[in-house]
Structures are given as C-alpha cells and as structure tokens.
C-alpha cells in the first residue's frame, strides 16, 4: 500500500518571502500522479498542482512550483512571494493509477503567513 | 459551472442516531468519492462510485456506513448507529473520466460531530 508523509506539522513564513514544503512516499508503482492541495478553514479543497510522475520536468503554477525527485520518492512544494492568502492547510496526495485513481493524503502541514 | 456541493454543511447527532450526508458531484462527473477527514489527520479514503460498475468499498470503517448513487449523478453517505468517533469531516470529490489520472473537484464537506 502506497503512504504519503508530511513531515512539518505547521510551517511560518514572512510575506513575500519563499517556503518549501517537504512531502515523501512510499509506492512499488512506477506510474502514478502527485498533487498538493490547499485546504483553507472554508474546508473546501483547491487543487494547487498536479505532477505526472513519468514526466521528468517539474511542474509550475504562477508563484507554486515542486522539486519532484522520483528516485528518492521526494516531492516538495516551493512557495515564491508568499501572500497572505496563502496561509491554510496543504495537502500533499498520491494519486494510484490502478483502479478507481483513489488518493493518498498525507496528514497535511498548517502553513501561516507573517505580515 | 456549478462546484461539488454537499449538504447538509454541518451536523451535529447524538450517538446511536443514523445520520444522512449528501453529495452532488459536478455535472458530467461519472466518477465519485466520498473521504473522511478527523481532527488534524489527512483525508481518508471509504469508496468510490463509477458509472454503473459496482463501488469500491474498500475504505469504509464499519458495516454502520453505507453509501449508494442515485442515477449516476447525488450520493448518499448513511452512517448507522453513529459512534463519536464518526466525528469528521466527510468530504465528496468527483472527476471526469479521461484517458489517465484526471483532478479529483471536492465539495465543502459536512462537518459531523457525534455526541
């Protein structure tokens, strides 16, 4: 069975300063999708960015970006000129190609935003 | 268009009572998840509705929670004999089928707290 850990319960970062938040997994697949979401208390949950894993180029998003090291089975979030609405929950998930695409979540890391 | 919704957004039991929680996925959305969340742990996966191929409910807890999918399109999540530890965040996301993994769209939730 595939598990995704979040190693940072809560992280802090100053306005318009970077953040990078770390996530591993554990799978014996070699296909399969990687996504963080972002949970803010609304509780409704935004996809931030999605990474295919046969694909070697990192995936971007405006000011989100990952470092995607398939062989050390990393994935973390990079954060750039952070903003005040940025501060909420993030979700990394793993996402299984085999039946039913279910996702694995990791138990999530609390990111707050310094003005 | 119109986002996952879920109702009711909050509910509060009291233990031994069934509960109903609602899901209406995105419309043209063939698949369907329903994920629990508990205080301060990431989602967890109960089960998964895909056209008319029978669910996969693999991640449900107990024999007291149930679901089914009405028409291809509103699920219901019944938890029978509510416990307090069925106190989470029930969160529903659909997808769009599509040659490989495609985004899960999740609702707000319903929050439930068994007392």
């Known amino acids: 069975a595939q598990t995704v850990t979040q190693s940072q319960p809560e992280m802090s970062v100053q306005e318009a300063e970077t953040v990078t938040l770390s996530c591993t997994y554990d799978t014996s697949e070699s296909d399969y999708y990687l996504f963080w979401y972002k949970q803010p208390p609304s509780r409704q949950m935004i996809l931030v960015i999605r990474?295919?894993?046969?694909?070697?180029q990192n995936a971007t998003e405006n000011r989100f970006s990952v470092n995607f090291q398939k062989a050390a089975k990393s994935f973390s979030l990079k954060i750039s000129d952070s903003q005040l609405g940025d501060a909420a929950m993030y979700f990394c998930a793993y996402g299984t190609m085999e039946y039913g695409n279910k996702l694995v979540f990791g138990a999530g890391t609390i990111l707050r935003v310094k003005s | 268009g119109a986002g996952v919704s879920q109702s009711p957004s909050n509910k509060v039991t009291e233990k031994g009572k069934d509960v109903e929680l609602r899901c209406d996925p995105i419309s043209g959305h063939t698949a369907l998840y329903w994920y629990r969340q508990s205080l301060g742990q990431g989602l967890e996966f109960l089960i998964y509705?895909?056209?008319?191929?029978?669910?996969?409910k693999s991640g449900l807890p107990s024999d007291r929670f149930s679901a089914e999918r009405t028409g291809g399109s509103v699920s219901t999540l019944t938890i029978q004999r509510t416990q307090q530890e069925d106190s989470a965040v029930y969160l529903c996301a659909s997808r769009a089928l599509g040659g490989r993994q495609e985004t899960q769209y999740f609702g707000p939730g319903t929050r439930l707290l068994v007392l």
């Open positions: 990474q295919e894993a046969y694909k070697q």
């Open positions: 509705f895909q056209g008319n191929s029978a669910p996969d």
